[in-house]
């Protein structure tokens, strides 16, 4: 799963990526309180975060994320949709980016 998450991040990366929606509780893609096994047959602890989030956060700290129940309310949603726009202005050169410090 980590290798494959690498390579379609790559892809992704390529093409302009500005946000990303996650499956509340996916153990791939949960961002949030996914119930994890901490060894096989092992009770579930729903602490942890999916592994493609996981790599996608790695590679991308910056990027917008959030879940689909997150983007139930409405102002969450529109938060959301602000920060890809920025985002997507920053990476096409119409806005300067923020001074580092």
Known sequence: MREW????????????????????????????????????????????????????????PSLPIADEEQLADPALRREFVERCVARCAVESGRVARAPAG
Do not use: Q
């Open 5 to 60: 998450a690498r390579t379609w991040l790559d892809r992704m990366v390529a093409g302009g990526l500005h946000g990303w929606v996650t499956k509340k509780g996916s153990p791939s893609c949960g961002l949030r309180r996914v119930a994890l096994r901490p060894a096989p047959g092992a009770p579930a602890t729903a602490d942890g975060t999916g592994l493609f989030v996981l790599a996608l956060c790695e590679r991308l």
